[in-house]
């Protein structure tokens, strides 16, 4: 009998009555081919995090729509976004294949940002609208693809790697978010001192565009074992809030979104801060340096914060980082009494010149943006991993397509009660410092939510792999606030 025939012969066999179906076989990569399709995922969508979504607020600002409204269109929008993929299990349960569906939402996210272009060739107001609708779209198939992401990603990264390889993958995500924030901010500084400063932005977004379309590559060449056909499990909001929500992770939601509202109060009009208020002026190269310092600081302290959730488990690094993260916001109230000398050095980039501009101010905050970088990785990579501690796989799509609608609202929010007061005070200087002492003492009072969140240790082996990254996104690019993808691929899906 010749080897070729005997699959047919033995397929003609009459199965035995009683003998179980054997389930069948799929199709799987090696893991070592995932890990490197994952960490490929991470390092392009974070160029594209960089250079691309950072500087959606510096854009509305050259667009003339308005300080107000720059802090606004990193919040609204999502909130917009969040409420269109409330859909999200429903239509996992029809698509059968959470591969298919990130893949489609991540290829729509990058068309949003090469459409976001538009807005540079529209008046301010039409600009505004514009920019509105495409952020719309942006943060819905970004937060669409979380719930999918997140639940697929447990399957495909083995356990025993599984907190050493997400640290270092955020580290790698880091690294690049910060080179495309500098490759960034080079371009409009070179762009602002040319006169072409809109012609810069378009040229950015159009990268950022390309990266995420090659993280969509990335994401299709990943494994789906399971092909996306375990249950689902429907989630509803009153389970989330009942006695019971401990099973979903409904207290460490709870004290996730506190923090994102006090956090929202000043973080969205960092950027307003730095870019428009006479005093600080820092200039697009000033401000890209103390954003990348924040990055920076990340990519250090994520190997150490790894290690200490291996050694003391992701409840106590949540307690670190949760704590830590308290007085940041206020270190920017004080920097005013550093400005007591300034200097400028004249660069020459070939293509243009420009005056940096340097002061006791700006070494200063650099100070502070270095501290907060390593602190917000413990608040960020615990987040990650008490997510995969406390919410069931079945149930994980669910509950975080609410989180990410009530993450969006608390967005909402907190920049709601940060807008009413810069508007109060006149959009002033003291109005910005206020925002900053606030938010600090909100992220105080928040600690008692700490209590509540499940006590278990996340159990990881540790295994050194070659490589080694955040299921939750690594970061928006804003300072001083934690990835708002987060968790969605966060600030993650793919990413």
Request: proline residues 6%; aromatic residues 10%.
């Amino acid at each position: 009998m010749s080897v070729a025939t005997a699959p047919r012969i033995a397929a003609s066999r009459p199965a035995e009555p009683n003998s179980p179906e054997p389930p069948p076989r799929l199709p799987r990569s090696s893991p070592r081919h995932d890990l490197r399709c994952s960490v490929g995922d991470a390092a392009s969508y974070s160029v594209m995090i960089g250079i691309g979504e950072a500087y959606f607020a510096a854009f509305a600002l050259a667009l003339g729509t308005g300080e107000t409204f720059a802090g606004l269109v990193a919040t609204l929008p999502m909130l917009a976004g969040a409420t269109i993929q409330l859909a999200t299990p429903h239509v996992l349960r029809r698509f059968h294949s959470y591969r298919l569906w990130v893949v489609l939402c991540a290829a729509v996210q990058a068309t949003a940002l090469l459409v976001m272009v538009g807005a540079a060739w529209l008046a301010p107001r039409p600009a505004a609208a514009w920019v509105f609708f495409v952020a719309s779209i942006y943060w819905a198939a970004s937060l669409a693809a979380g719930p999918g992401w997140n639940t697929w990603i447990e399957e495909v990264i083995p356990k025993r790697v599984r907190a050493n390889f997400f640290a270092c993958r955020a580290r790698i995500s880091q690294i690049c978010t910060l080179l495309g924030f500098v490759v960034g901010g080079l371009a409009l500084q070179v762009g602002k001192a040319g006169g072409w400063v809109l012609a810069a932005f378009v040229g950015i977004f159009v990268i950022g565009a390309i990266c995420r379309y090659a993280s969509a590559t990335f994401l299709s060449q990943h494994s789906e074992p399971s092909a996306g056909k375990y249950s689902i499990r429907r989630v509803t909001l009153r389970r989330m809030v009942s006695r019971t929500s401990g099973e979903v992770g409904g207290p460490l939601i709870a004290y996730l979104l506190a923090v994102q509202v006090v956090v929202q109060i000043s973080g969205p009009y960092f950027t307003p801060f730095m870019l428009a208020k006479e005093k600080m002026d820092l200039g697009y190269f000033n401000y890209m340096l103390l954003i990348g310092i924040c990055f920076l600081g990340k990519a250090i302290a994520l190997p150490f914060w790894g290690r200490v959730a291996h050694y003391s488990g992701a409840r106590r690094l949540l307690w670190i980082g949760g704590l830590a993260i308290v007085p940041i916001s206020s270190l920017w109230c004080i920097a005013g009494f550093f400005d007591v000398w300034r200097t400028t050095i004249p660069v020459n980039l070939g293509v243009a010149q420009f005056e940096w501009l340097i002061s006791g101010q700006i070494v200063y905050l650099a100070i502070v943006q270095l501290v907060s970088g390593l602190v917000w990785a413990a608040y960020e990579l615990a987040m990650l991993l008490m997510f995969f501690e406390a919410i069931p796989k079945h149930s994980r799509a669910g509950v975080m397509t609410i989180y990410n609608f009530g993450n969006a609202a608390a967005l909402v929010l907190g920049s709601l009660i940060g807008a009413a007061i810069l508007q109060s005070c006149g959009e002033a200087y003291g109005a910005y410092l206020c925002l900053f002492g606030l938010s600090s003492v909100g992220r105080l009072a928040t600690l008692p939510l700490l209590w509540r969140t499940p006590a278990r240790a996340v159990e990881v082996e540790v295994v050194q792999p070659a490589v080694r990254v955040i299921a939750v996104r690594p970061d928006d690019g804003g300072i001083d606030r934690p990835i708002l993808s987060t968790l969605a691929e966060s600030k993650g899906a793919g990413s």
